[in-house]
């Protein structure tokens, strides 16, 4: 439908199809001659606004969009050659989202490859024909990292989850991008190796891992999920395939760019092999709780634990009105009953070791005001703590909706940080419930919505993360430690952010991917 309009037919139409933001902004003066704006109607149709001759072109969508899709769905199966691959009608729910399906994208089409040949074709096409692309494995993500947007394609790696080589001269392991953490951890302890990066999600893939640089629980002696990745093989933007490190244990030879991929979100490069470094199983591990009058008396122990060289697996905080939450989940029963906060250690190795390491581990707790000492040598009395542990979140979802947080500040400002979530839950009427890893400085918050309606829970919510962030930030601490920013933690970081620094993330996504298609908007690339 073509229509030539005066001004004042041009503001009736307008109203009543819902498009006067456009006309408005042609109006004001907002819009040179010449351009074109699109505007939504009521679906099927859209609006495009010529603002040369106030012409109104009224498309039906539904049959645009079909030719679109239809001659997508013919190239992706030059490409894969298998229908059963290829999703382009009645995209499910949770292939437009992350783990918390809270908000949803939209693609054009949803592909499985499953060889590095596939993905480098597929991103050859997205390329050409500058389609977004949107990379994704197992789907665990908790900041929006995988939503989709426009009728772009989402590359899910999910097939590519073969264990390639297990070279135990080397204590390396070749693997691809979509092999599941658990399922990889547990072959590799079978034959006597240890893969230490621990993620609360053990479901997650290990290219996911490698994508938002995972870290847990035992971080705070064996690292992240960074310093065992020592090879990568990547496809770039344009298809091209790249192999940064190998099975080296040492590299100066160039910039390495193994290091810039990985936390990358799946921004820079889509990841289809990854060398992994193990080490020796150790011999035994064990875990201790400890109990404190306070919270703050329980930090101030973390850093005479450290101090003391006893090299702790890890080092958890726990509050006792938050241990309550994953008791009443379970129904099982945290030792130490009286205790209001909580300190779980753990401790691997040689078991002369460990022995001599929990002595010393009590001596200075005790001194530093510990109440309680308790080693749990009852196999199932400590995987009932950990179980309690590992379903704190989950015990929140089931009560309410929350918004996940992983804010990290320097391990001397967790007690000042969480006294501060604490009070200020307080003041703004919002429940907060906060743990985590104080050997690293990692708090984990859930900040609960309760029975707010949407637009409250939004509006406050949004209030609410700001007060938080900016003091996290006062504190020296980042927006995110192992989580990842993609999209909920987008506007807090980037208000944060050294500008300069910014700019330069996105000359360097320029470099790796020329025509943004590899997950735009997502973290640095608002």
């Not at 809270?102 to 592909?111: E, F, L, N, Y």
């Not at 034959?191 to 971080?219: C, H, V, W």
């Not at 122990?301 to 697996?313: L, M, R």
């Not at 900016?470 to 920013?485: P, V």
Request: glycine share 8%; charged share 25%.
């Amino acid at each position: 439908i073509r229509r030539l309009l005066s001004f004042s037919s041009l503001k009736k139409l307008s109203r009543s199809l819902k498009i006067s933001s456009v006309v408005t902004s042609f109006l004001h003066g907002k819009l040179r001659p010449n351009d074109q704006r699109v505007d939504s109607v009521k679906k099927p149709y859209m609006v495009v606004f010529h603002t040369r001759d106030l012409c109104l072109r009224i498309l039906d969508t539904n049959s645009i969009c079909t030719e679109m899709r239809n001659n997508m769905r013919e190239e992706l199966l030059k490409i894969i050659g298998d229908e059963s691959r290829v999703i382009t009608d009645n995209i499910e729910r949770k292939y437009l989202s992350d783990n918390l399906e809270r908000r949803i994208g939209s693609a054009g089409a949803v592909v499985f490859p499953v060889s590095t040949q596939e993905v480098s074709e597929l991103l050859k096409y997205a390329y050409t024909n500058q389609i977004p692309v949107t990379p994704r494995g197992a789907g665990t993500n908790l900041v929006g990292s995988t939503v989709p947007h426009g009728d772009g394609i989402v590359i899910d790696v999910s097939l590519m989850n073969h264990i390639l080589e297990l070279d135990e001269e080397t204590f390396t392991a070749t693997v691809e991008p979509g092999v599941i953490l658990q399922d990889f951890q547990a072959f590799v302890e079978s034959k006597g190796l240890f893969y230490p990066p621990d993620p609360g999600e053990k479901k997650a893939s290990i290219g996911g891992n490698i994508s938002t640089n995972a870290g847990g629980m035992r971080a705070v002696k064996y690292g992240v999920t960074r310093d065992y990745v020592i090879g990568l093989e990547v496809v770039l933007a344009d298809g091209t395939v790249l192999t940064a490190g190998g099975k080296n244990r040492k590299d100066t030879t160039g910039l390495d760019l193994k290091e810039i991929v990985i936390g990358s979100e799946g921004t820079l490069a889509i990841i289809t092999k990854c060398v992994l470094k193990l080490i020796p199983k150790p011999e035994k591990s064990i875990s201790i709780l400890v109990g404190y009058e306070s919270l703050k008396a329980g930090i101030e122990s973390v850093q005479k634990i450290i101090q003391a060289n006893i090299n702790p697996t890890a080092i958890e905080f726990i509050e006792r009105k938050v241990v309550q939450l994953g008791e009443d989940f379970l129904h099982l029963e945290f030792p130490l009953t009286d205790a209001k906060a909580y300190l779980l250690l753990t401790f691997d190795g040689k078991e002369s070791e460990i022995t001599e390491n929990i002595k010393t581990a009590e001596k200075v707790t005790r001194q530093a005001g510990a109440k309680a000492f308790l080693a749990l040598e009852d196999p199932e009395v400590a995987a009932n703590v950990w179980r309690i542990r590992g379903c704190l979140v989950k015990s929140v979802e089931a009560v309410s909706e929350q918004e996940p947080l992983d804010m990290v500040v320097p391990i001397n400002q967790i007690d000042t940080f969480v006294n501060f979530i604490n009070e200020y839950e307080k003041q703004c009427g919002m429940r907060m419930i906060s743990f985590g890893h104080a050997g690293d400085g990692n708090v984990h918050l859930c900040v609960v919505r309760g029975d707010r309606d949407d637009a409250t829970w939004a509006k406050e919510l949004d209030a609410n993360l700001t007060v938080l962030y900016r003091k996290c930030t006062e504190l020296g601490g980042l927006a995110s430690g192992e989580h990842g920013i993609g999209l909920s933690k987008q506007k807090y970081m980037l208000e944060a952010a050294n500008p300069a620094n910014i700019a330069l993330m996105k000359r360097v996504k320029a470099a790796f991917d020329e025509k943004g298609i590899l997950n735009p908007g997502i973290s640095y690339d608002a």
